[in-house]
């Protein structure tokens, strides 16, 4: 069975940081890129970081530069999100998902995980 799992959401205060992580089981990382998307309500889901299959290119949108860094461990099935100098405005449920198309946009993915929330408050 194909699945994805995010973890490491949680509340932090702004300034803080928080690692998440997405765990793959039924098919190997290796041959997709992977993204971390985030929707908070009412808004549209945006592709926040995507990285290439081997990890050589990364993605950022313009918001989390600088404070944001995706890492991938295909030995390890994993990929993770670091996110530090959070702001109240990165507040959302972070989902992750895996594609084979290199531009990181949500219709370019095959795969979701169900989401890790993040919030971010005082």
């Known amino acids: 069975q194909v699945q994805l799992v995010e973890s490491g959401g949680g509340l932090v205060k702004p300034g803080g940081s928080l690692r998440l992580s997405c765990a793959a089981s039924?098919?190997?990382?290796?041959?997709?890129?992977i993204g971390w998307f985030r929707q908070a309500p009412g808004t549209e889901r945006e592709g926040v970081s995507c990285?290439?299959?081997?990890?050589?290119?990364?993605y950022y949108v313009d918001s989390v530069k600088g404070r944001f860094t995706i890492s991938r461990d295909n030995a390890k099935n994993l990929v993770h999100l670091q996110m530090n100098s959070l702001k109240p405005e990165d507040t959302a449920l972070y989902y992750c998902?895996?594609?084979?198309?290199?531009?990181?946009?949500?219709?370019?993915?095959?795969?979701w995980g169900n989401g890790t929330l993040v919030t971010v408050s005082s």
């Open positions: 998902a895996a594609g084979v198309e290199r531009e990181c946009k949500s219709d370019n993915m095959e795969y």
């Open positions: 039924g098919f190997g990382l290796d041959y997709y890129v």
């Open positions: 990285i290439s299959m081997s990890g050589g290119q990364s």
